[in-house]
């Protein structure tokens, strides 16, 4: 194996390792074989004795059934997830369903990052369109009402501020910048995660440290800071579609197949789906197949007219070779990059060889590894004055 091939292995390999992670470290550390310790029990060893024959031909027969039951329980998840498979690929062509429907992108958010990227940018301009949305006005309140945004520290003597537009005033278009792109990508979250714990939380970490990273790169690059942060930020939209659509299917699907076992009589298939739940390795190889073809979709269909990143979006899904993307692409995939290291490096699943072999192959100087690494990617790092 030549170098270049080892090392696209080994960025393919940790990419599906950020994945796994995603949906759970003990699931991250099965795949890559680690034995769990604290699952193991220490307790004191029971007695040896022989086996009576009659007990003999008794642990058979139940080894016998259990792997029989084993197998069959096996055979009704595959079809399961088949019927569930077919579906999303059907839907996920309807990327208007997807758009609208799962992730509920309003056209006011693409139409407000648009207007933040131009020079005749006015808060006037976006007030409107920020006011119609609900969600937006209420963190955008909560933000501005925090003790570090408050001249007046003492919460007893705080002016509270409960207008949308003054709080906008107040907030600048540079910090609405780094605002509207970092809530949005919160909004469209899933809600309920089940039984994947923190996925939430981590989707929504990663993406922000994604944006983060990449403009902290672009910033020292001379380019215009504000295309590499939204890019960063919204690459794996296509993820969270993805999760809500599997998540919401399993569920749907599930409950007919089961409504149809009962009906039908069919006792084992109906007690197999009892013991079925949402299937990690499913939906990791989902994610990591058809994640980023479907970010490009929705990116693409938010018709962004002056923030030209579906393009690079494009490369990134298309898996152009790094040395041949642009710089928007590059700038973006390195950030990415980073956010993977710290992730996979915060719960121990990158060995010291493997980051260096992703550092190599994204090409990071030694100058974007030092500002990276002083730069915290869970702080947008607001400046706002009231």
């Known amino acids: 194996m030549n170098t270049a091939i080892k090392q696209k292995w080994q960025i393919e390999m940790l990419l599906g390792r950020f994945h796994d992670l995603l949906l759970g470290q003990k699931f991250a550390q099965q795949q890559i074989g680690y034995i769990h310790t604290l699952d193991i029990d220490y307790g004191e060893p029971l007695p040896i004795r022989k086996l009576l024959e009659v007990e003999q031909v008794a642990a058979k027969a139940r080894e016998k059934i259990d792997s029989k039951n084993a197998q069959f329980i096996v055979d009704v998840n595959a079809d399961l997830h088949q019927q569930i498979e077919d579906e999303i690929d059907k839907l996920i062509n309807d990327i208007d369903y997807i758009y609208k429907e799962i992730i509920q992108i309003q056209d006011n958010i693409p139409a407000t990052l648009d207007i933040l990227a131009v020079k005749s940018a006015s808060v006037g301009r976006i007030d409107p369109l920020i006011n119609d949305l609900h969600w937006l006005g209420e963190d955008i309140l909560k933000l501005i009402n925090l003790p570090q945004y408050r001249q007046e520290k003492d919460p007893a003597k705080a002016v509270r501020v409960d207008n949308v537009s003054l709080a906008l005033r107040y907030i600048g278009l540079d910090n609405l910048k780094l605002i509207v792109p970092t809530f949005s990508l919160k909004h469209w979250t899933p809600h309920s995660t089940a039984p994947f714990d923190m996925l939430k939380r981590k989707l929504w970490e990663t993406g922000m440290a994604a944006g983060i990273a990449s403009r902290k790169l672009a910033e020292i690059s001379n380019q215009d800071p504000y295309q590499p942060f939204v890019l960063g930020m919204f690459h794996g939209v296509g993820n969270m579609a993805l999760i809500r659509l599997y998540l919401r299917l399993f569920d749907v699907i599930w409950e007919k197949n089961a409504r149809e076992a009962r009906e039908n009589g069919q006792k084992e298939r109906h007690s197999a789906l009892s013991e079925l739940q949402p299937d990690a390795l499913f939906l990791r190889n989902l994610l990591v197949e058809k994640g980023p073809t479907v970010s490009c979709a929705l990116i693409e269909q938010m018709s962004l007219k002056y923030i030209p990143i579906a393009s690079a979006m494009r490369e990134i899904a298309e898996n152009t070779v790094f ?39 994204y090409k990071f100087s030694a100058n974007e590894l030092k500002l990276l690494a002083s730069t915290s990617l869970q702080n947008l790092q607001l400046r706002i004055e009231r």
């Open 323 to 361: 040395t041949e993307c642009t710089p928007l692409a590059q700038t973006v995939l390195k950030g990415r990059a980073y956010s993977h290291y710290k992730f996979l490096q915060k719960h121990a699943l990158i060995e010291p060889d493997e980051a260096k072999a992703l550092f190599t192959f």
